[in-house]
């Protein structure tokens, strides 16, 4: 059966999550009926990784076998026809070897969390962002957030019902990124890892916000990461402000095509 990556968008507030569940709508039942509508013999998808109930992805990767070979392009456009009216979009779709898997073979993943700092309440980019109320110091959060950079015991940073093996994770990036605004200040979290424990992103993000409140300092990030204790850890921020920003991998399946359609370059040319 030929094999297939998708690149999925969704916004996640209508959903419990990415995972399938049987009371509560999920971003992957949702793909998964939708291609029932074009392979009833469909069996699902395996995605590169499960984002909680309201986070967001502009670059989710699954895969899926089906019945009989599609043009990539047509895929995709098949899909987000049966995917109307939900969030969700196929934005790419390739074909891949049969020994491709949407976790397995990823390298790396990466996510964005958006914190906005604004007194007046959200309108446009409510439910897409974390707000608070108060000034926050950028430089103070990136200082903090060097102390978790590298390979550590991120039991701190973890939710208490993680299912993950072991603690031991090795984070590879943690950027803060000041954007300001006319009426606002936005900050940026750009977080990079092979592999994240379940609600670490957002376990770093609140607890580097109490650093940028002034409420910690910098260097309480080292102590609450070697605690190795739940209790050390800040506030878990909400989840509306994190995407799942990207899923790496070698070969790419996607380089060189846009929304699923082969884009002939020079080079292929030549």
Not at 1 to 17: N, V, W
Not at 226 to 252: F, H, T, W
Request: include cysteine; hydrophobic fraction near 40%; charge should be neutral.
């Amino acid at each position: 059966m030929p094999r297939y990556a998708l690149k999925i968008e969704y916004h996640g507030a209508p959903f419990r999550g990415w995972q399938r569940q049987k009371e509560h709508p999920s971003v992957q039942q949702t793909v998964e009926e939708a291609l029932l509508k074009i392979d009833p013999t469909n069996k699902g998808i395996a995605a590169a990784g499960r984002t909680d109930a309201g986070v967001h992805a502009t670059a989710q990767v699954a895969h899926c076998d089906l019945a009989r070979e599609w043009d990539a392009f047509r895929l995709a456009e098949a899909l987000n026809y049966h995917l109307k009216p939900h969030p969700v979009a196929i934005v790419n779709a390739a074909p891949v070897d049969d020994d491709f898997h949407a976790r397995f073979s990823a390298l790396e993943r990466r996510y964005l969390f958006r914190l906005v700092s604004r007194r007046a309440p959200m309108t446009f980019e409510a439910g897409n962002v974390w707000q608070v109320a108060h000034p926050l110091d950028r430089d103070a959060m990136q200082e903090g957030a060097q102390y978790l950079l590298g390979r550590h015991d991120f039991t701190t940073f973890r939710s208490t019902i993680c299912q993950a093996n072991s603690p031991l994770r090795t984070l590879d990036e943690l950027c803060v990124e000041e954007i300001p605004l006319e009426d606002a200040t936005e900050y940026r979290f750009y977080v990079r890892a092979r592999a994240f424990l379940h609600n670490q992103v957002r376990s770093f993000v609140g607890t580097l916000e109490r650093v940028g409140a002034g409420s910690w300092a910098p260097q309480d990030v080292k102590k609450a990461l070697e605690a190795r204790d739940r209790a050390a850890c800040g506030p878990v921020c909400p989840p509306q402000g994190l995407y799942l920003s990207g899923v790496k991998y070698e070969p790419d399946p996607f380089e060189g095509r846009v929304a699923g359609a082969l884009v002939e370059t020079k080079d292929r040319l030549a």
